[in-house]
């Protein structure tokens, strides 16, 4: 695909199905593709989604409709869900799908080995944002990827300029306050893992920040759809709607609205406030396409006004836009009227499929013949069907008449007879690739310690820790500084790097050319960058690694080592396989977000210039707690209200090969003293949680039994 721009008309629109009805308002209304979520592993659990015989028939119906179908196996998958996920894979394969979406790496890097012709998409939840990002994703063998939300369009456009993989950009629906794939929230407070399809959507509920409205982790939705010819010229192929959990109604009013944008007729205001009332928070925003932070103007909630918008009466007049069939695949005919034969008529699409059907032999006429132009008329109403007349040829023999009922019996007979040889498609060739990787057997003796500080001075007892990981724009004679002192020393990079890659990069290579070559790495943006840059990298807990493949991955990917998520439990993460050395989080306030739009900026007064005071806003929840809010890179963090504490339980911590102290709003004073109660097996102080360790995350990835 060119690296350019993408003609608006060939603007993919592709929707959300989250049930039948949906799939079937969606096509109706004329998306050119629909993604859905089978009844495990989606990341909208809680949709209607599809079992085996319903999703074969979604993709004949969408099929024989010209209509692509994606196919999201979309969430992170424990040791055990890994098999019958790559089983649902193969049996998509049959259908067959026309793409699998994908964020989990161990997946990705079994369907590679599985099914190598099968059209591989990585998820908005791989968080790929940057160009080095897309380039691991291409690298991979993805010929998608979903971008991020928060990207702008220059941003987009330095990704296109990067890959030739395509591109899909969110134009329409819910924006998440954090980053895809970086929240953590629902899992921490309620075991509800929004990177397994169960988020809880904590970020609604009210959270108040330094001046803000009560509700600062609340987004308004995103619509870009008037901005579709942005996007195309940024780069991006496909227009994706936001909404499995929505109704048909409101389905069918984006991808109308969506539709009519792209080819080129602005869409009504009378569709577009049907849209904002069958669903919005407080309006609509743009997000962040023209770059820059919107402030304020971006946060809202669903109101009561919003709530009473979405009236009896106006779902009735939206599901006028999907009564009738989209027709959208062009069909030619063939009439022979000849005497004393066969009335013929031949129907084909354009692609291959031929179909043919035969009424009794026309007669003399008795009083007006038919002519041709009658015959095209006829021939020509294919309203009612997903067909649209292309060419229409006629040969009919002088003085003869047949009835026209005849004529428009032959034309359904051979337009069904297309519609379902369109529904077959050969299978994807799929292969049961062996993986068994040895059990990871970790070094004897005591565990060691890694720490991660946020600014130029180190705790005391640093030296002695196995690696420090220190930010990436930390000058190369301070590295050296404290090289004299005993202290190994690799690069944090930001979890979020949107239009900083550039300036990440310059950083790496000071460090390089000062001797300084290991860094920390919590995307796959950010890995791909280091490696580019000569690094040694160590993979963060931001990777989602929850399984054996996903370990396999990284390994082959060239990770020295990494950090498993921390939503598994300590007995899960020992239960991992294969010889890629691997550590856990066993201190700090684990990042529950990931976000673009500062929570703490909010307020009247906008940037608090934490970055440069050193002081943490917070916010507060409806109890009370309060979560400390840090910038870092071009994004901020949202970090829990009480430290992770396993000090006590380091005897339980089994099959890793080191363990991360995440040092945050910590004085240099309360490091030392943690440092020192785990380097001599303490006992916490003051409140602290257990976080995941072992309530760990529940099964509702793999869906309704």
């Not at 890694?450 to 004679?477: K, M, S």
Request: net charge neutral; glycine share 10%; charged share 20%.
């Amino acid at each position: 695909m060119s690296r350019k721009s993408i003609p608006l008309e060939h603007m993919e629109i592709l929707a959300p199905a989250g049930s039948p009805e949906s799939l079937a308002a969606a096509v109706r209304a004329g998306a050119d593709a629909v993604y859905l979520g089978a009844d495990s592993f989606s990341a909208r659990a809680s949709a209607h989604n599809f079992d085996s015989q319903a999703l074969r028939e979604a993709v004949r119906y969408c099929h024989a409709r010209g209509v692509r179908v994606h196919l999201a196996l979309n969430t992170l998958l424990l040791e055990d869900e890994l098999p019958r996920a790559v089983e649902l894979a193969r049996y998509a394969c049959t259908l067959p799908v026309d793409a699998v979406l994908v964020q989990d790496p161990g997946l990705l890097l079994r369907l590679r080995a599985c099914a190598p012709q099968l059209p591989l998409h990585a998820s908005t939840q791989m968080s790929l944002h940057t160009p080095a990002g897309a380039r691991a994703a291409e690298e991979a063998g993805c010929t998608r990827a979903v971008l991020a939300r928060e990207m702008s369009l220059e941003e987009i456009r330095q990704v296109r300029g990067a890959v030739s993989l395509e591109l899909e950009s969110f134009v329409h629906g819910a924006l998440c306050m954090s980053v895809s794939g970086q929240c953590y929230f629902s899992a921490m407070l309620g075991s509800r893992s929004g990177n397994r399809g169960m988020c809880a959507q904590t970020c609604r509920l009210p959270f108040s920040g330094p001046g803000g409205t009560g509700h600062d982790l609340s987004l308004k939705d995103l619509s870009l759809i008037s901005r579709l010819g942005d996007l195309a010229a940024a780069g991006v192929c496909s227009a994706k709607i936001e909404g499995r959990m929505k109704r048909p109604e409101y389905v069918a009013a984006a991808v109308t609205a969506c539709r009519r944008q792209a080819d080129g007729d602005a869409p009504p205001p009378r569709l577009l406030e049907n849209l904002e009332s069958v669903f919005s928070r407080s309006g609509f925003t743009a997000g962040f396409a023209d770059g820059g932070s919107p402030g304020r103007a971006m946060f809202g909630v669903r109101s009561r006004e919003d709530v009473a918008a979405a009236t009896p009466a106006l779902f009735g007049e939206l599901h006028a836009l999907y009564k009738d069939e989209y027709p959208r695949v062009p069909v030619s005919f063939s009439l022979t009227a000849e005497a004393g034969r066969p009335l013929r008529l031949e129907a084909s699409d354009g692609e291959g499929r031929l179909a043919q059907a035969e009424g009794d032999p026309p007669e003399p006429a008795r009083t007006r013949p038919v002519d041709e132009a009658r015959c095209r008329e006829q021939l020509a109403k294919t309203g009612g069907t997903p067909f649209r007349p292309a060419e229409i040829r006629c040969q009919v023999g002088e003085g003869l008449a047949f009835p026209v009922s005849q004529l428009n019996r032959l034309r359904r007979q051979v337009l069904d007879s297309l519609l379902e040889q369109r529904a077959e498609r050969p299978a994807i060739p799929f292969q049961q690739v062996p993986f068994s990787p040895a059990p990871h057997a970790a070094a004897p003796g005591p565990l060691p310690l890694r720490i991660r500080v946020t600014g130029h001075r180190l705790p005391e007892g640093a030296a002695q820790c196995q690696l420090v990981y220190v930010p990436y724009d930390t000058p190369p004679e301070q590295l050296a500084r404290w090289r004299e002192e005993g202290v190994r020393a690799a690069l944090e990079l930001p979890r979020g790097m949107f239009g900083l890659e550039p300036r990440v990069r310059r950083a790496l290579e000071q460090a390089g050319e000062a001797g300084f070559r290991e860094c920390w790495a919590g995307n796959l943006g950010a890995a791909q960058l280091a490696k580019e840059c000569g690094f040694t990298v160590h993979g963060g807990f931001s990777l989602n690694i929850t399984n054996t493949a996903a370990l396999e991955f990284y390994r082959e990917f060239g990770l020295a080592d990494a950090e498993l998520s921390f939503e598994l439990t300590l007995a899960q993460a020992a239960g991992l396989g294969g010889p890629l050395p691997r550590g856990t989080l066993l201190y700090g306030r684990q990042p529950l977000m990931l976000t673009r739009a500062c929570p703490a900026a909010n307020g009247p007064k906008g940037c608090l210039g934490c970055r440069e005071s050193g002081r943490f806003p917070s916010l507060t929840d409806r109890k009370g707690k309060q979560f400390p809010v840090q910038c870092y890179g071009a994004c901020s963090e949202v970090l829990n209200a009480l430290p992770l504490e396993l000090s006590d339980r380091l005897g339980e911590v089994r099959g890793m090969d080191f363990g991360v102290l995440r040092f945050s709003v910590e004085s240099l004073e309360e490091q030392a003293a943690v440092l020192r109660r785990y380097q001599q097996g303490l006992p916490p102080a003051g409140e602290f949680t257990r976080g995941l360790s072992y309530r760990g995350v529940g099964g509702p990835s793999a869906g309704r039994r």
